[in-house]
């Protein structure tokens, strides 16, 4: 069993950053792939960014790359998302998923956080 807290949104300016962390319980968080979805009022929740349980794969989405960077930090159980260059349309709560495969993690996550509300002015 995977528990995941996300922190980090808040209120930016449009072309402003902002780092989303999500914090992983259990001993086994290095196993799983880590994830990022987002959810805007109104519309479905959609894939973010991918990384595998070891660093070594990761994937965006096309509306994010080059923009948004994913990073884990196993020894600390964390996961960020690195979220710059933002746009009115990144406006949307976040969540954080965990999976067995960075594959998997795009489609159908085992494990969600509860999500934190990330708001660009424009």
């Known amino acids: 069993q995977v528990q995941l807290v996300e922190s980090g949104g808040g209120l930016v300016q449009a072309g402003g950053s902002l780092r989303l962390s999500c914090a992983a319980s259990g001993r086994t968080f290095s196993r799983y792939a880590m994830g990022w979805f987002r959810q805007a009022p109104g519309k479905e929740r959609v894939f973010v960014a991918t990384?595998?349980?070891?660093?070594?794969?990761?994937y965006y989405a096309d509306s994010v790359k080059g923009r948004f960077t994913i990073s884990r930090d196993n020894a600390k159980n964390t996961v960020h998302l690195q979220m710059n260059s933002l746009k009115a349309e990144d406006t949307a709560v976040y969540y954080c998923?965990?999976?067995?495969?960075?594959?998997?993690?795009?489609?159908?996550?085992?494990?969600w956080g509860q999500g934190t509300q990330v708001t660009v002015s424009s």
């Open positions: 990384m595998s349980y070891d660093g070594g794969i990761t």
């Open positions: 998923a965990a999976g067995p495969n960075a594959i998997v993690v795009r489609t159908t996550p085992d494990y």
